[in-house]
């Protein structure tokens, strides 16, 4: 009984920190990403026009329509060159509550038509050295273009060359901070030659209304040219294998769960053999076999519930205190949380107590067997 209910506290406990992780990264890239993101089917940018961004932003649920040109471009600070992102957004980017978590700090507007400020990556922002109250440093961004003549020796046709104002620092993950810069739309547009192009729009649902049912409508009006994709799916890759370790650790911890079941089985197979006259004197009084085996199953099924109840509470227990006053920290310094995350889903506990039903069955199968198979003349 101790086996199982160590085995299942461990179940628990792990299934939770799983969770919270997951849980942790959605919250993470929810700083960064849209709540919904619309996307080229095919290549990496689409023409737009007034009229079919304004008969986006009339759809029923669309809170905020944001307008992005991004691709990679040469940052250049004092000497100090990189290659990273730079993302074009429209002025509402940061009414969609973007850094609500991680660190921020600088100034929260893109500056103006004149004056185009950038907010930098922390990342970016160290390797180029960049010193946000230094005004008279500008952050210098080269993007590559066709030059007029293919004969032509200066290298100043082989790019476009602008400048922006580095006025604030974000940090959200090391995807983000080592790699992206944001700059205003229009300055993007000027520099990369986009015009009405765009590599895409990001969305942000209205209060009242679900992602699921805006998600359904967007791909309604949009039709089968664009991809409209949530959260999830911004980052289907490490959510999938997120899930996939999550689903392998449950496999490996039931199978530990099963190898202590064995106690089970030899406790079962021990009383079958010490109370043999007791069977027989039962299958004497005409009691059938499946009596004999109900009751050896029943008995089985009573060590592993006590086991699995007691585990499931002293999980819940652990998880509930590190969930509250974060027992156990994750020892990093930088880190976004303290401590380890820990999410509760019931649906986990209802599939650890399928398991441990499984197992116990398996458990409890051939002593009850052997049991029922009992000779009555020869015991008696």
């Known amino acids: 009984m101790i086996g199982v209910a160590v085995g299942t506290m461990a179940l628990v406990i792990v299934m939770s920190v799983f969770n919270g992780l997951e849980d942790l990264i959605r919250g993470i890239f929810a700083s960064f990403d849209a709540e919904l993101k619309i996307e080229a089917a095919v290549g ?12 986006i932003k009339t759809l029923e649920g669309v809170a905020i329509l944001t307008e992005v040109i991004e691709d ?30 991680g660190y921020f700090w600088g100034d929260t507007t893109l500056g103006t038509e004149l004056n185009p400020a950038a907010i930098l990556g922390r990342g970016v922002g160290f390797f180029l050295s960049v010193n946000l109250e230094n005004v008279n440093v500008p952050l210098k ?39 992206y810069v944001i700059a205003p739309l229009s300055f993007v547009r000027k520099l990369l030659k986009y015009g009405d192009k765009r590599t895409s729009l990001e969305v942000k649902v209205a209060e009242g209304y679900s992602i699921a049912e805006v998600h359904k409508t967007l791909k309604a009006h949009l039709g089968e040219g664009f991809l409209v994709k949530n959260a999830d799916e911004q980052h289907a890759g490490l959510i999938r294998t997120v899930q ?12 530990i769960l099963a190898i202590a079941s064995f106690n089970i089985f030899f406790s ?13 004197v039962l299958k ?10 109900r009751i050896f199953l029943k008995q089985g099924a009573m060590i592993a519930f ?3 109840v007691i585990g499931l509470v002293l999980g819940y227990l652990v998880c509930f205190l590190q969930e509250t006053f974060g027992l156990v920290s ?5 880190a976004v949380v303290d401590a380890y995350p820990v999410k509760m889903i019931w649906s986990d506990f209802f599939w650890i107590s399928i398991a441990m039903i499984g197992i116990t069955f398996l458990a409890s199968s051939r002593p009850a067997w052997i049991a029922s198979q009992v000779d009555t003349v020869k015991e008696i």
């Open 268 to 280: 079962l197979s021990m009383l079958a053999i010490e109370k043999k006259k007791d069977i027989a």
């Open 141 to 179: 961004i080269y993007y590559p273009k066709a030059p007029r003549s293919a004969a032509t020796i200066d290298p100043s046709q082989f790019y476009e060359t602008a400048f922006l104002d580095p006025v604030a620092y974000f940090s959200i993950d090391r995807q983000f901070d080592d790699e």
């Open 44 to 55: 990496k940018s689409f023409m737009t026009n007034e009229e079919w961004l304004d008969s």
């Open 244 to 255: 996939m370790e999550k689903l392998f650790v449950f496999l490996t911890l039931t199978f």
């Open 330 to 334: 994750l020892g990093i310094s930088s």
């Open 72 to 101: 990679n471009v040469l940052l250049d600070y004092n000497g100090n060159q990189m290659v990273g992102r730079i993302k074009g957004v429209s002025d509402n980017f940061l009414d969609q509550e973007r850094f609500a978590r």
């Open 284 to 293: 004497a009084m005409g009691a059938p076999e499946k009596l004999i085996r």
């Open 306 to 308: 006590s086991g699995a």
